[in-house]
């Protein structure tokens, strides 16, 4: 059960078509597998996601921390001391990806050792979780006709649109487009990615007043303090906020400042220890919850999974777990299947997943 040795290991996999959005965009998945290993010969296994646009971390920078700061914090620690773990790492200030990779790379072995799934660990709520899918910048015939394709062959029936362009119409049109295509036959949801004014997000929310959105997430920035609740005390759907709140500390402030009425939750940046506590706390405060993508691979993907399906609030609502689909390829051994718009989770030992020994020789960098 002790830890001996933490790997972070870069890989890069293209996209077949890159994933736009008002605060970035991406191209590949150029990520960082962790991998943790213990005396027992159990080998936990994460990804890094970095997303300089959104945390401020780098593929490099994560490497860097993992390797020099966090590896030395936690070999000797055993895998049950996840909450020695968590005290050392938070006194790195930051790097929520690099932390997040490494707590559930420690997840993976603690299932792995204890011949168990991580998602039973966790809370053993559900297999399954419906499947939300993102639907990045374009002209709204190209997002209907993937919109489509996403129904058609995936059973997927939420969406969340990208919007936080200038003028506002280019999104609303996308929207509207949607609604008229699909009918009552999908849900959706709009993220601005902070890319509106408050002012552009309420003359948006009001021209589709008419479309029955679920929610709003992150329309304008969190720091435009007075303006954001100004929006938020207007809207007459939930108010997600996503980027906004990567820690519990920050879900307090921005919800007790009512700058949000809903969270979305991203293994990616609170792992799972941390994500518990984030849970933990919505419920307290009676907040909706979203499971979120940071633009995952399969692995992180699993990982969001296994968290959404541990607990009844997270499996609630659809879960984004769907961006891998744009990549060229994966990682893992078993690729995951979105059946009839759900994704179940493994019954497999730890997270569910194994590592495809030849894909990852192919695609990682470090060789
Ligand atoms: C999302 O929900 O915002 C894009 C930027 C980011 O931080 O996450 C993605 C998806
Ligand atoms: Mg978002």
């Known amino acids: 059960m002790k830890i001996t040795a933490v790997e972070a290991i870069p890989f890069a996999i293209p996209y077949s078509k890159p994933l736009k959005f008002a605060s970035g965009e991406v191209h590949a998945a150029e990520h960082v597998l962790v991998r943790v290993h213990t005396d027992d010969g159990v080998v936990g296994v994460a990804e890094a996601p970095p997303r300089p646009f959104t945390y401020g971390e780098t593929q490099d920078g994560i490497i860097a921390v993992v390797t020099k700061v966090f590896a030395p914090q936690v070999i000797g620690l055993t895998v049950l001391e996840r909450e020695i773990v968590v005290s050392r790492l938070a006194r790195t200030i930051g790097n929520p990806t690099a932390k997040s990779a490494l707590d559930m790379a420690i997840w993976d072995a603690l299932g792995k050792t204890l011949e168990l799934p991580v998602s039973d660990l966790l809370g053993g709520y559900t297999d399954r979780m419906r499947v939300s899918h993102m639907l990045g910048f374009a002209d709204p015939a190209t997002m209907v006709a993937e919109a489509e394709r996403m129904r058609d062959t995936y059973g997927i029936t939420t969406f969340k649109v990208k919007v936080g362009r200038r003028p506002v119409t280019l ?21 601005g990615n902070r890319g509106w004014t408050a002012s552009e997000s309420a003359r948006a929310m009001k021209e589709m007043a008419d479309l029955g959105l679920l929610f709003a997430e992150e329309l304008c920035p969190a720091d435009d303090v007075m303006s954001r609740r100004w929006l938020v005390g207007q809207v007459d759907v939930p108010f997600i906020a996503d980027e906004s709140v990567p820690t519990a500390a920050d879900v307090t402030r921005e919800v007790l400042g009512g700058s949000a009425t809903a969270i979305s939750i991203k293994t990616a940046r609170t792992g799972f220890t941390a994500s518990r506590r984030v849970h933990h706390l919505a419920e307290g405060l009676g907040l909706e919850v979203v499971i979120g993508n940071q633009i995952d691979g399969q692995v992180g993907t699993a990982c969001a999974l296994a968290f959404g399906a541990a607990y009844e609030s997270t499996s609630r609502n659809a879960g984004e777990l769907s961006n891998f689909l744009d990549m060229t390829d994966d990682l893992l051994a078993e690729p995951l299947q979105i059946r009839g718009g759900y994704l179940h989770r493994s019954s497999a030992a730890g997270i569910g997943f194994e590592i495809d020994p030849d894909k990852l020789a192919h695609y990682r960098l470090d060789r």
């Open 171 to 191: 999104d609303t049109a996308v929207v509207r487009a949607l609604r008229e295509r699909f009918g009552d036959e999908i849900d959706l949801y709009v993220d």
